[in-house]
């Protein structure tokens, strides 16, 4: 069956650093575009970024653009999101999702992806 792994999430400082991945399985990870979002307590979904299949086309939200990088590597099957600079609003938990095919590529809600894991908690304080 599907599964996607989430991992590396934690508490940092303000402008400080974390690398999350997310390992998948049980599907051809290479032939997807795939996506990082999070959702904050007490708030929606929101889209964070996206990536083709081949890692060559990348898209941001506003919100993180210039501050986060999003890459995978097919051969391991897993997706990354380098987060720099971070600021008490990226506090939220990070889940690594595959849209549904033709449900766009910057979805923010959940009935726009057919699979996720199971979440990486990131607290950015002081």
């Known amino acids: 069956q599907v599964q996607l792994v989430e991992s590396g999430g934690g508490l940092v400082q303000p402008g400080g650093s974390l690398r999350l991945s997310c390992a998948g399985s049980?599907?051809?990870?290479?032939?997807?575009?795939m996506n990082w979002v999070r959702q904050a307590p007490g708030k929606g979904l929101e889209w964070v970024s996206g990536?083709?299949?081949?890692?060559?086309?990348?898209y941001y939200s506003d919100s993180v653009k210039g501050r986060f990088t999003i890459s995978r590597d097919n051969a391991k099957s897993t997706l990354y999101l380098q987060m720099s600079s971070l600021k008490p609003e990226d506090t939220a938990v990070y889940y690594c999702a595959k849209p549904k095919p033709r449900s766009g590529v910057r979805g923010s809600t959940w009935s726009q992806y057919d699979y996720w894991g199971q979440g990486t908690q990131v607290t950015v304080s002081s």
């Open positions: 049980g599907f051809t990870f290479s032939s997807y575009w």
């Open positions: 990536i083709n299949s081949g890692g060559g086309i990348t």
